[in-house]
């Protein structure tokens, strides 16, 4: 009779498993809370110690950490020196081992934990198991997630040599516990308050295969730091796939609105950065404001909202073409006027940064990795520089530039009046330029930008662009300082009456 070992810290789907295990002829044997949960379904299982012969002890710690589990394990069936070696010191092959490991990430991320608990959580026994097992393919059926559950039993009552699906199980015991031992070293290190040690190990689970990236022709994937946290959280209704692209956008969406907290905001994204932010009373305001400043570069866009959508936003946003829709939530009445848009991609939930994670881009042959930009921007530290001081309204419109001018491509210049973007200069190679097309685009679009307040991601080199600004009639500037030649970019601002505050602060987005 073969024999199935399991050992499950996760025990969704574990009773039906085991009953279809014994229905296939196999005999269980278990530990601790497992074979509690399966005797409690009247389920035939062994205790490991009446293999071993060995009680379990260390409160746990060992278990299966016995030559009987692994040499039972790890004994090739088509060497007669292999079985002869365990045939002599009573050893029965294991045929199938199911284990799932201690939910480490999950008690790391508690709140208070003393760190002698977060140890207690790092498996020991079972990726020993796996791993035993997994080297053992050819023999040996090795199960670490549930979603298998089904496929291992279609297998069994199908018979003969499922080769293949015991090599791919195999190659996902690898790829889970690399995972598993990921998440420890980076815990290790955070620890000691190191975000970048020696040796960075990343673990991160596959998604979904995306149709393409970026362009047709290039094969890509989606892949999550953890399973249902950020993009991955979100549930789609409608629409298409997402995209490579869509995703990208997406996330350029999110930190958009991050900064905004817990205001109405609303920010209008193509090619990952704002083509309109705003702010408003309701979700709809929020919408016709951020639509205003560039409605023809809207068309095609990814909306983000950091409130639940109703029907009223749904009904306006309806009458654009647009490709994705991302918001906390949505009402009934939303979900089926947006729903009536086949290819719309509607995705509701909360993908806000925790802050914690690490920002990743690829390079040749490697990777840069670098904590994640702030998501709150105040105006704490600002420090006037120029002989008029911002009005009370300039202020404000000062502060939402500076928020909003963090999402858009560097070099960056943003325009904003009353809650509003009303200008967008990204992407330029030069900062006279990215004023320049802000001013250019604020036009475009009708909008006056006498008055206006400017933010800038970086510090001015020259005076030109607050010269080109003040052309423009902005009346107010927000920028990082921290130029060579600052002294005489504030006296270009003291000229044109213009008032200036610096953050001390960059926000570059490459």
Not at 487 to 492: C, L, P, R
């Amino acid at each position: 009779m073969p024999v199935a070992l399991l050992s499950v810290s996760d025990k969704t789907g574990l009773v039906d498993f085991a009953r279809g295990l014994v229905e296939g002829g196999y005999a269980l044997v278990s530990t601790g809370g497992t074979a509690k949960a399966l005797r409690a379904a009247q389920l035939p299982v062994r205790d490991i110690s009446e293999i071993t012969h060995f009680p379990e002890m260390l409160d746990g710690r060992v278990k299966t950490l016995h030559p009987v589990v692994h040499g039972g394990l790890l004994a090739r069936r088509d060497l007669p020196e292999h079985m002869a070696a365990i045939a002599e010191h009573g050893i029965a092959p294991i045929d199938l081992v199911c284990v799932n490991l201690y939910p480490f990430r999950e008690t790391a991320a508690k709140p208070g934990l003393a760190p002698e608990e977060v140890i207690e959580q790092i498996d020991i026994g079972g990726p020993s198991m796996l791993r035993s097992a997994a080297k053992n393919f050819a023999s040996v059926t090795v199960v670490v997630d549930p979603a298998d559950y089904t496929r291992v039993l279609a297998a069994i009552a199908n018979g003969g040599d499922a080769l293949e699906l015991r090599r791919d199980l195999a190659e996902k015991v690898y790829a889970h516990t690399a995972s598993y031992d990921a998440a420890i070293s980076g815990w290790f290190a955070s620890q000691r308050g190191e975000r970048f040690p020696e040796r960075l190990a990343l673990g991160y689970e596959r998604v979904q295969t995306l149709r393409y990236g970026e362009n047709p022709g290039q094969a890509a994937a989606f892949y999550s730091e953890e399973r249902g946290r950020g993009l991955a959280a979100l549930k789609q209704h409608g629409g298409k796939e997402l995209s490579f692209n869509n995703l990208l956008d997406l996330e350029g969406a999110m930190l958009a609105i991050d900064p905004f907290g817990e205001e109405v905001a609303c920010a209008i994204i193509k090619h990952t950065t704002p083509c309109g932010l705003a702010t408003g009373k309701t979700a709809l305001e929020a919408y016709q404001k951020a639509l205003a400043c560039d409605p023809v570069s809207a068309f095609g866009s990814v909306i983000a909202f950091s409130v639940p959508v109703d029907e009223a936003a749904a009904q306006a946003i309806a009458s654009l073409f647009v490709e994705c829709l991302i918001a906390p939530a949505f009402s009934a009445e939303a979900l089926q006027i947006l729903g009536a848009k086949k290819n719309l991609r509607v995705l509701e939930g909360a993908a806000r940064s925790t802050g914690t994670a690490l920002d990743v881009k690829g390079v040749r042959g490697g990777i840069l990795v670098q904590e994640r930009a702030p998501s709150v921007l105040d105006d704490h530290n600002w420090r006037l520089v120029t002989k008029r001081a911002p009005t009370s309204a300039e202020s404000k419109d000062l502060l939402f530039a500076w928020r909003a001018v963090a999402s858009v491509k560097s070099n960056a210049i943003v325009l904003a009046r009353d809650g509003a973007t009303i200008g967008i200069g990204a992407g330029q190679m030069s900062r006279v330029d990215a004023a320049f097309l802000a001013v250019h685009k604020a036009r475009a679009a009708n909008h006056d930008p006498n008055g206006a307040a400017l933010g800038s991601d970086a510090f001015f080199p020259f005076r030109d662009g607050v010269d080109q600004a003040a052309q423009a009639g902005v009346r107010a500037i927000v920028q990082p300082g921290g130029s060579v030649r600052d002294d005489e970019v504030i006296a270009a601002a003291d000229e044109h009456g213009i008032a200036m505050v610096f953050t001390g602060q960059r926000t570059f987005r490459h």
